[in-house]
């Protein structure tokens, strides 16, 4: 009952689609979700691949609990080999596309190829069409959205907006207006593919045996561990909530990470939010609703989320709440990865401001601010050069040591000075620098772990990214503080066997050793899992900590500590053993 | 000794019903661990505390007059 067993290939290129059987050791070995759609990029994809030619493949995946009312579940994860970094590729995405996917009757959906002319896929259960995308390209996803849900009526959409069309190494998948699979281009892959938008309508359903028994044990889960206090932050607050605590300990970027304080921190923190609140949103199964629709001025949007307005706001040197709102709602519409372009924009901010290259924009420069969303997404004016990001800039321009970015991804908004496990965190993330596959910060700089030493860091990263990863392969959603323990429990009742902790976390410590398969069999080895020099040589001024860098050595030592942790060789390359051991 | 108390998010509901309030402890003295402790709140629950703009520890002594902001415990990122 757990899945549909069926999973649907469509080739753009030929308009054919055929309904095959899941690989049923593979979804023993890595659940679903991240682990499963990596598994079969790793299988699929021809090492060396250029990740924009039409041999790329996108990959939704849903999990084994997906469309169940197993709370904090709904999301959908999507996977491709990245056109930003050249890594693996996965993102996660919320609303309400994963369960209808299912109800559709597939656990996964891959699509290859390339169609000649822009189309967008509509599915319903066995049915699948190519239809034109002629009217809706060029168009935002807000817009697209809304004019397929005009022609279909009630569908769940995921659509790429002008980002994605013009092939940006940060362009998102939006659904639902608000939600996006935000990194590393995803939403380029389906633009190199001609493909505007994917939706689905599912008119079947998941069997579940004795209904009466699992919905008293998931209601009694969800009342002692799900809606409790803590996790009920995320409602109450949400991710703002974070700018006071990254405020506090000194770890919000501040004017492209030259500090990790920002004066103007109250105009944009939870409360100020708070004050501008007009609803929440859930997704699917979820009790929690973090979503935070806020209007403020003209302009309004669900969010801003923490990276928002740790990326967009402090780290752009910008305190006017309604002037972030606008600039999130842009970046939405378009389909550009706020993270990434809040980073392009201050880095070109502090190139202006350094006299290294004027792009005439500074800190704190709302109108020109409010400008980039457009030009970056349509490549015009200095978006042009803001669009291919700031690894691609900083070869152009120079700034090499202060352009912020792992892997080519750029830096999420934890400051590695005042978090050093973070900066480990980011340097061995599977696809460049990202918070998601570990945030040791939430016991470290914000809990009781002394953040400016190394002692204990490597395995503390190494166990969250092994926790992580089997979360993101059963698909529970991140703001569950869900243990390995809970996890076991609920896969039980509707894997129906029995799920070991111990098992959860040799499937987490797989998936995470086969994303650094793929990665390696790319070229990638210890050389690129370093962080800008900045972090190494450059201390902090302000706040908690003021005086504070991350040196070299200290990093060096982590890495090594950390890579023999994994098993992993001195050059981050994974020992046969460890391979043997893990069945990979 | 008073304090001047914010208890976020879902914290609230140990207070009086507003976030922040006035809270008047009998001593003329107390470490951030024994104000949680007489507030009820479960340590689990509690993140991090901060006193003034700083981020305290439980054993940060309060002489009073002080703003003690608590938070809740955080996950995902």
């Not at chain 2, 009998?26 to 703009?53: K, Y």
Request: glycine share 10%.
């Amino acid at each position: 009952m757990a899945y549909t067993g069926n999973i649907l290939r469509v080739n753009l290129s030929t308009g054919k689609a055929v309904k095959e059987k899941l690989n049923e050791n593979w979804a023993k070995d890595y659940l679903g979700g991240k682990g499963l759609a990596i598994k079969y990029l790793y299988e699929e994809l021809k090492p060396g691949l250029d990740p924009w030619s039409e041999d790329n493949k996108l990959i939704l995946m849903t999990g084994p609990l997906t469309g169940t009312i197993a709370p904090n579940t709904g999301k959908l994860a999507v996977a491709a080999k990245s056109p930003a970094t050249g890594t693996i590729l996965d993102c996660s995405i919320g609303g309400h596309f994963a369960p209808e996917l299912k109800y559709a009757g597939y656990d996964a959906v891959i699509i290859e190829g390339k169609a000649k002319v822009p189309v967008y896929l509509y599915l319903e259960d066995d049915q699948l069409e190519l239809r034109s995308a002629a009217g809706l390209w060029g168009k935002g996803a807000h817009e697209t959205e809304h004019s397929i849900a005009e022609t279909l009526g009630d569908v769940v959409t995921l659509a790429i907006g002008q980002a994605g069309e013009n092939l940006l190494p940060f362009a998102c998948i939006s659904s639902e207006l608000y939600r996006q699979a935000g990194r590393g281009g995803i939403g380029a892959v389906m633009g190199s593919k001609n493909l505007k938008a994917i939706s689905v309508r599912g008119t079947g359903g998941l069997k579940i045996p004795d209904i009466r028994k699992v919905s008293m044990a998931l209601n009694k889960i969800k009342r002692e561990d799900t809606m409790d206090e803590e996790n009920m932050w995320a409602y109450t607050d949400g991710t703002p909530m974070i700018v006071e605590l990254s405020q506090t300990t000194g770890i919000l970027p501040t004017r492209n990470f030259q500090e990790g304080t920002f004066e103007g921190h109250e105009n944009v923190d939870s409360e100020a939010v708070k004050g501008v609140l007009r609803a929440k949103k859930a997704c699917f199964a979820c009790p929690l609703a973090c979503g935070n629709y806020v209007e403020k001025g003209k302009s309004r949007v669900e969010g801003p989320e923490y990276e928002t307005l740790a990326l967009c706001s402090s780290n752009c040197g910008i305190d006017d709440l309604e002037a972030v709102i606008e600039f999130n709602r842009l970046c939405d519409d378009y389909c550009l990865d706020t993270i990434s372009a809040g980073n392009a924009v201050a880095f070109a901010m502090e190139l202006t401001e350094k006299g290294i290259h004027d792009f005439g924009i500074r800190f704190g420069d709302i109108d020109k601010y409010l400008q980039m969303p457009w030009l970056i997404s349509n490549r015009e004016g200095i978006g042009a050069e803001l669009a291919e990001g700031v690894s691609s800039m900083a070869d152009k321009f120079g700034g090499k040591d202060f352009a912020m970015h792992v892997k080519k991804l750029e830096i999420p908004g934890y400051e590695p000075r005042g978090s050093w496990s973070m900066g480990l965190a980011y340097g061995t993330s599977d696809r460049g620098a990202c918070h998601l596959r570990a945030w040791p910060a939430a016991v470290e700089a914000f809990g009781d772990l002394d953040p400016f030493t190394i002692e204990g860091k490597a395995e503390l990263v190494k166990d969250m990214q092994d926790d992580n990863s089997v979360k993101f392969s059963a698909i529970f959603c991140d703001f569950w503080a869900i243990s390995t323990g809970r996890m076991a429990e609920i896969l039980s009742i509707f894997l129906e066997r029995e799920v070991t902790a111990e098992e959860l976390t040799t499937i987490g410590e797989r998936v995470y050793n086969l994303a650094r398969l793929f990665n390696e069999r790319e070229g990638f080895t210890r050389k690129d899992d370093y962080l800008p020099r900045r972090i190494y040589d450059e201390k902090l001024t302000t706040g908690k900590t003021s005086g504070k860098n991350l040196p070299f050595e200290e990093y060096e030592k982590m890495l090594s500590e950390y890579y023999a942790l994994r098993g992993w060789d001195e050059k981050g390359i994974i020992t046969e053993a460890k391979k043997k051991a893990l069945n990979l | 000794m008073q304090i001047s108390l914010k208890l976020r998010g879902p914290l609230k509901k140990y207070g009086p019903g507003a976030e922040t309030f006035e809270y008047t402890v009998n001593a003329n003295s107390c470490t951030v661990r024994q104000l949680i402790e007489i507030m009820n709140i479960p340590p689990s629950s509690v993140s991090f505390v901060t006193v003034g703009d700083k981020k305290a520890g439980l054993d940060t002594l309060l002489e009073g007059n002080e703003e003690v902001t608590v938070y809740p415990r955080v996950a995902g990122g």
